[in-house]
């Protein structure tokens, strides 16, 4: 290893070559040190002939202020003017100050004008060379009254010292020679190794942290090179630690179902990830930093990071809320204490338990609904049985007519049970994946199904009118598809007045390729508020009229299952007193 050379000792040597130079340089600067203290001279003489000047300035003496103004600059060698504040100048010691221009663009004049001295070196327009200008302000509780100015020739400065001039100007010569050589030997030796380590350096900065950096031949570089290897070791093990770290929380919080929010003190935002943006409608990055209430809307929710931040145990709270749609969320939420173990933000983890709100309210519907259809046929059969047992059994006319109605009420029951065993089949199906679909003209699949339903429409006095083209084939399943119609096309007809036309049209999207297959009846509407529950089961909007006509309450039903395993959808619009219109669309 090569003998190292102490950086010190370098720039002690380095250093005290430049305050020699300095030194023998500030014998050179008499000619500036002159120079100030004649403007230091100057700016005395014009404040005490400022003193002087300031009785006389009224427009009335201003004969006077010639005679003063050029009697002192006589004795005092110097050339003094008198200045009013518009620029106009009112007194000249060397010349008649009628005939002198207007002053308000002179740089010292515009200093003292704003209440300051004002100095200036420059050539004289008047007296065609060098002066060296200060000038005063005569101030008065109103403002600037006039303005004082002292000048000596630049040339009477540069007399004063000129044989010293000479010699300064050689010494600072050498002095500057010197210099410049010095500076450029020491940078030349220094130069290298930093040139190496900032290269290096560069290299950490771009975030190569396994770079490692060469070791110059001088004491300071190459310790500072060994500290700087060991530390980028170090800030390696650590960044690869760190990272990992963050991979894997990035992971975790990116794969959650659940919302998480985190709150600092000041309830700013410190970090949401993709399922809070998501359920909230806020961008993450844009959010990071703001306070909760600007990007989060919902006092319920503030209030449970609030009483989160301010206690110690685990707030847990359901909250409803109507940002981006209504809402059921369950909140819990925790704090996080800082390093002295105080309240310093908090933790809130979110999850939408709307849909499960929204099934469990379904299901209570559902088990409402089904033990209702139930009851009234088991209620009539087991009235007329018991009837029939009292007696009325003997009475073969009414006899026969209870029996009629007791199997009515049973083949009810029959209906209600074979529709919900083809639901289950369905959803069965559909999530097995059981249920074969494939191209098929559905003019043929339509006319069948109008057929079944005739004889209800014709009694009904309702006809049935068919729009489809011949050649518009979907991928479906024909029989499921069938069914469908057959619901819709028994409800048109059920729900319809007499003399009344049900259409079934069919239409193919031309840009998205979807075919809707559409039940348009001339009935009596269904209200607005019914129409986002009409496809429940056993829901109905006129529940006599409903259960009069024999339907089971679980055809629309039926109908939404079958699109959906056709992999379409199902729609409804209506009006009151203009009749219902239900759409299937299946995928082209």
Excluded at 49 to 72: D, G, I, K, T
Excluded at 107 to 133: C, H, N
Excluded at 277 to 292: I, M, Q, S, T
Aim: net charge neutral.
């Amino acid at each position: 290893m090569p003998r190292r050379r102490s950086l010190i000792w370098l720039l002690f040597a380095a250093f005290l070559a430049v305050v020699l130079a300095a030194a023998w340089v500030v014998a050179g600067m008499v000619e500036h040190w002159n120079l100030d203290r004649t403007k230091v001279s100057l700016e005395a003489d014009a404040w005490l002939f400022s003193a002087a000047a300031e009785q006389l300035l009224a427009p009335s003496r201003r004969e006077e202020l010639q005679r003063l103004c050029h009697e002192y600059g006589r004795r005092s060698n110097l050339r003094l003017t008198v200045i009013l504040p518009d620029g106009t100048v009112v007194a000249e010691s060397e010349k008649d100050p009628r005939r002198l221009v207007n002053h308000s663009d002179r740089p010292e004049f515009a200093a003292a004008r704003a209440g300051k001295v004002g100095v200036a070196v420059r050539p004289s327009a008047t007296l065609k060379r060098d002066m060296v200008y200060v000038t005063v302000p005569v101030t008065a509780p109103d403002g600037v009254r006039a303005v004082v100015r002292a000048a000596v020739p630049l040339a009477h400065v540069r007399e004063a010292y000129k044989s010293e001039l000479a010699s300064a100007a050689f010494g600072g010569v050498l002095v500057l020679a010197f210099a410049a050589v010095l500076a450029w030997l020491t940078a030349l030796w220094l130069n290298h190794p930093l040139r190496r380590l900032r290269s290096d350096l560069l290299r950490f900065g771009e975030g190569d942290l396994s770079h490692r950096l060469s070791v110059p031949g001088i004491e300071e570089y190459g310790a500072l090179a060994e500290t700087m290897n060991r530390l980028a070791a170090q800030l390696e093990e650590r960044v690869r630690t760190i990272t990992e770290q963050h991979d894997e929380l990035e992971a975790v919080l990116a794969g959650m179902v659940e919302a998480v929010l985190v709150v600092d003190a000041d309830d700013r935002i410190v970090r949401m990830n993709r399922a809070a943006a998501l359920l909230f409608g806020v961008d993450p990055d844009a959010a990071r930093g703001k306070a909760l209430y600007r990007v989060i809307r919902d006092s319920d929710l503030t209030n449970l990071v609030n009483r989160t931040r301010a206690g110690s145990d685990v707030v847990e709270a359901e909250i409803a809320t109507h940002i981006a749609g209504e809402r059921i969320l369950q909140a819990h939420g925790t704090h996080l204490p800082d390093d002295r173990g105080r309240p310093a933000g908090a933790l809130v983890v979110l999850n939408d338990v709307t849909r499960l709100k929204k099934l469990e309210s379904m299901r209570r519907d559902f088990v409402a609904n089904v033990s209702h259809e139930l009851r009234t046929p088991i209620t009539s059969i087991k009235g007329f049985v018991e009837t029939l047992r009292d007696g009325a059994l003997e009475d073969h006319e009414n006899a026969r007519g209870f029996l009629d109605i007791v199997a009515r009420h049973a083949d009810r029951l029959n209906a209600i049970i074979e529709d919900l065993l083809a639901l289950s089949r369905l959803e069965r199906d559909a999530e097995s994946g059981a249920i074969a679909r494939e191209p098929a003209p559905l003019r043929p699949i339509l006319e069948a199904a109008i057929s079944l339903c005739v004889p209800v429409a014709t009694a009904r006095g309702v006809r049935i009118e068919l729009d489809c083209d011949g050649a518009l084939e979907a991928c479906v399943n024909a029989a499921l598809l069938e069914q469908a119609v057959v619901n819709l096309l028994n409800n048109a007809a059920n729900f319809s007045e007499p003399d009344t036309v049900a259409t079934l049209a069919v239409r193919r999207d031309p840009v998205s390729g979807e075919v809707s297959v559409e039940v348009r009846d001339q009935g009596c509407g269904i209200p607005a508020e019914h129409l986002p529950r009409i496809f429940e089961r056993f829901y109905r909007v006129d529940k006599a009229r409903s259960r009069k006509q024999g339907g089971t309450g679980l055809g629309l039903a039926i109908v939404k299952h079958i699109a959906q395993a056709c992999g379409g959808s199902v729609s409804v619009e209506s009006e009151v007193g203009r009749g219902s219109a239900f759409a299937i669309r299946l995928p082209g």
